[in-house]
């Protein structure tokens, strides 16, 4: 068999039986039991732990010919940021805002950098907190502003496969 039309057909296969989130899930009775009211939207972006902000940004900016911001520091969270517009999604480039930041420490483990978190968007974050609370760790109490000034919530890797996981109010 063609190994394209197998790749094809697997493809499918996953798109077809990938589960659906649901806000309300029904027992085999007519009993209905509320499930989360909070839905999960679009990737808002990928986070990239760079040792050198400006060689990075350079990169994607001449190399690859996206359109990047200026450095912006968000000192609440301990970072620099640099955005990297793709149009769908965006990527966020993250160095260390001096040597308590969560990022220095990320570095100090991964000297080369490399992928952060992703940060998906949530329409109530809210209710996203005080629903996941009860299943996983989350590495704050409350959500705080992030980056594009507006509520997010970090999820322990550990419970997320691996991955920090950011959720951001939409």
Not at 53 to 68: D, I, M, P, R, T
Not at 103 to 112: D, E
């Amino acid at each position: 068999m063609n190994t394209v039309v197998s790749w094809q057909r697997l493809f499918f296969r996953l798109q077809t039986s990938a589960p659906k989130v649901k806000a309300l899930s029904t027992s085999q009775s007519s009993h209905q039991v509320a499930g989360p009211v909070w839905n999960l939207g679009r990737l808002n972006h990928v986070a990239i732990a760079v040792p050198d902000l400006e060689k990075a940004k350079a990169f994607y900016e001449k190399v690859l010919g996206a359109q990047v911001s200026e450095v912006v520091p968000v000192p609440e969270h301990g970072v620099s940021v640099v955005f990297v517009n793709l149009g769908n999604t965006k990527m966020e480039l993250l160095h260390p805002l001096g040597n308590d930041s969560p990022i220095a420490g990320f570095l100090q483990r991964n000297k080369a950098g490399g992928m952060h978190h992703v940060c998906i968007e949530v329409d109530d974050i809210n209710a996203a907190v005080m629903d996941l609370k009860e299943k996983i760790r989350i590495l704050s109490e409350d959500p705080k502003i992030g980056a594009h000034g507006k509520p997010v919530i970090f999820l322990h890797p550990k419970d997320c496969g691996g991955v920090l996981v950011e959720l951001e109010q939409a």
